[in-house]
Structure formats: structure tokens, C-alpha cells
């Protein structure tokens, strides 16, 4: 089945019209967050904090959300 | 003289200044055409090929597999690449060669090849400048995968392809810079060392910046500039004489 993958980077979002053909849901997990920790690794640095997620969809509808948050604690001393 | 005569003496003709007598000799060199499907293993690693493999027609990629089975390519060739040609000195295969699509050879023997090199130096140098060429793009695709971002790497490649194919005379004619890049998505993910869903994000968005167009194998090359600046895309690598070469300066 061909799994959608579309982007979200805090307010900005990028639809996947191509998609990627997976054998079943859990193919398609992968996928999603090997996609998402790839995106991750090129803009993390340098950021403050981040959301981030990968929504996948197939033509029946909405199947999943990944998300990944990163956040800087600044402590005191 | 064959079609794999034809693009041959084209290539090294761009690879050195060869005398008639160079030419004549390439002309007649014994070269045997095959026609091959797409998704065809050529040569493989470990293999020790008495030949080397022109390619006459068509796109073929050069790959690894690891253990665990992931793939990464190291280039793609067209017309008038010899994507195996150390082979001719080095014994034994380091790298695998496949088909992307079916694609036209011409199989080189590397008895005949060390002939026509002893007796025609100029025709050995322009072979050893194809090589070292090779090793050059190698390096520039070690520094693509291994230090640019998904987007300046996807745009270097595209970069790269589009140059390779107008200097091999295989882009649109015309002022658009249209060339064939028919891999598909999985290919384009190995050649650039990001999954699939990072592939399709990145496609997405080069093309929402109105930097290129990708389909169905198809690749124009809507902003030169502007993809050029996103890559950091400097053609020294490639070689190209100097006329060309300034064609696609930065």
C-alpha cells in the first residue's frame, strides 16, 4: 500500500505527494521515523526548541503521527 | 564502427588530444555490443573481469551492500563511462555495476585495451584521466553524503547529473536545462544516504521553491542559480575543459 508522509516543523508544513509503497503498518513506522529522525539530525543544531512530526496517511484516511520535541533546560547555577 | 565506437571516441576525444592514428586505432578496436535489461547486476564484487564495460546507452549505477543490507551508490554512469575500468589494472572488483534502465554496452578486453595502450600513449592517458575523474566524483559524493544537508545534497546531485548529461550531449537541446535522470525514489534515497520519507521531503521542497522539476525520470532544472548556490555546487570536480566548464561556473 502506498503510506503518505507529510512533514510538520513547528508552523510549517510540507505535504508528501509522492509517497513511499510499505507492506503494512509497521513498514510504514519505520519509514516515518527513519524519516523523521533523518530531518531531525540536519536541523536540530542550533536550535532552541523544536516539534516536530511526521503524519502518515494512506488514501483511507489518517494512520499515525510521530513526533519528536527537542527543548533546551537552561539551569541556573 | 559500431555505436559503442562512436560514443567511445567521443568520450576520450573530450579526455585528451588524440592524433588520427589514435582515433583510427579506437575505431578498430574489437568491442562487442550487448543489449541489457534494467535491473541487471553487470559486474560484481570480488568478481576478476578479464573486460571492461563502456556504456554505450542507458544509465547503470556503481554500488556497495552492507551487511545488513543496506545499499549505497556511489555513481551514476552514462554514455561513454567506464564505470569498471580500474579493473583493467586493479584484479579484482570493489564495487558492483547494475542497469537502471536497459542500457546498451560495449564489453572492452583488457588484452586489447593494454595493446592499444602500448602503442598509443595519448589514448592510455585520456583512460587514466577517466579513472582519476571517477575517483574525483567519488570524493565529491564521500563530502555530499557525509557533510551537506538533505536539501544541499539533494540539489548537488541534481546539479552534477544535469552538467554530466548536457557535456555527454544527452540534455534537451534548447535553452531549458532538461536532462533523463530516470532513478527511482528507493535509488535516490541510496545515492544520497536518506530514507525514503526524507527523500520525498526534500523533493518537495526544492520543488515548492520552484528550483526544479522531478518526474516520472524526467529532471529540468527550473533555477540554475539559485541550485546551484542551495548545493555549493563548484563543477571543478568534474574536469570539464575549460570552455565548458565556465558554462556552469557558480
New interface residues.
Given amino acids: 500500500m502506498r503510506y503518505f508522509?507529510d512533514?510538520r516543523d513547528g508552523d510549517t508544513f510540507?505535504?508528501?505527494?509522492?509517497?513511499?509503497e510499505c507492506v503494512d503498518l509497521a513498514a510504514a513506522k519505520v519509514?516515518?521515523s527513519?524519516?523523521?529522525?533523518?530531518?531531525a539530525k540536519?536541523?536540530i543544531a542550533g536550535s532552541e526548541r523544536r516539534e516536530m512530526a511526521?503524519e502518515v496517511r494512506t488514501n483511507k484516511g489518517s494512520m499515525l503521527t510521530t513526533k519528536m520535541v527537542f527543548d533546551i533546560e537552561h539551569l541556573d547555577t | 564502427m559500431s555505436q559503442s565506437h562512436d560514443v567511445m571516441l567521443q568520450r576520450l576525444s573530450r579526455l585528451g588530444n588524440l592524433s588520427e592514428d589514435d582515433r583510427k586505432a579506437i575505431a578498430s578496436l574489437p568491442i562487442e555490443q550487448a543489449d541489457l535489461r534494467a535491473d541487471q547486476d553487470v559486474a560484481r564484487v570480488n568478481e576478476r573481469p578479464s573486460r571492461s564495460i563502456l556504456i554505450t546507452s542507458g544509465m547503470a549505477a556503481t554500488y556497495k551492500d552492507t551487511l545488513d543490507g543496506k545499499r549505497q551508490i556511489h555513481s551514476f554512469h552514462r554514455a561513454g563511462d567506464m564505470p569498471d575500468l580500474q579493473s583493467l589494472h586493479l584484479k579484482t572488483l570493489d564495487a558492483a555495476l547494475e542497469t537502471v534502465t536497459p542500457c546498451r554496452v560495449g564489453f572492452l578486453r583488457h588484452d586489447h585495451l593494454r595493446l592499444l595502450c602500448e602503442k598509443h600513449p595519448r589514448v592510455a592517458a585520456a583512460l587514466w584521466r577517466s579513472t582519476l575523474i571517477d575517483a574525483s566524483i567519488h570524493r565529491e559524493w564521500m563530502t555530499n553524503v557525509g557533510q551537506r544537508?538533505?536539501p544541499a545534497r539533494m540539489a548537488h546531485l541534481f546539479c552534477e547529473q544535469f552538467i554530466r548529461s548536457a557535456v555527454a550531449g544527452l540534455s534537451e537541446p534548447g535553452e531549458r536545462k532538461v536532462c533523463a535522470f530516470p532513478v527511482t525514489?528507493p535509488m535516490l534515497g541510496e545515492a544520497l544516504g536518506?530514507?525514503?520519507?526524507?527523500i520525498?521531503?526534500t523533493?518537495?521542497?526544492l520543488r515548492?521553491a520552484a528550483l526544479i522539476s522531478f518526474d516520472h525520470g524526467r529532471l529540468e532544472i527550473l533555477d540554475w542559480k539559485m541550485l546551484v548556490d542551495i548545493a555549493g555546487f563548484d563543477p571543478t570536480y568534474l574536469h570539464l575543459d575549460d570552455e565548458v566548464g565556465s558554462r556552469y561556473a557558480a
Fill in positions: 508522509f512533514f510540507i505535504e508528501d505527494k509522492i509517497g513511499v519509514e516515518a527513519a524519516g523523521l529522525a533523518g530531518y540536519d536541523v511526521v | 544537508k538533505a525514489q536518506l530514507s525514503n520519507v526524507h520525498n521531503r523533493l518537495q521542497y515548492d
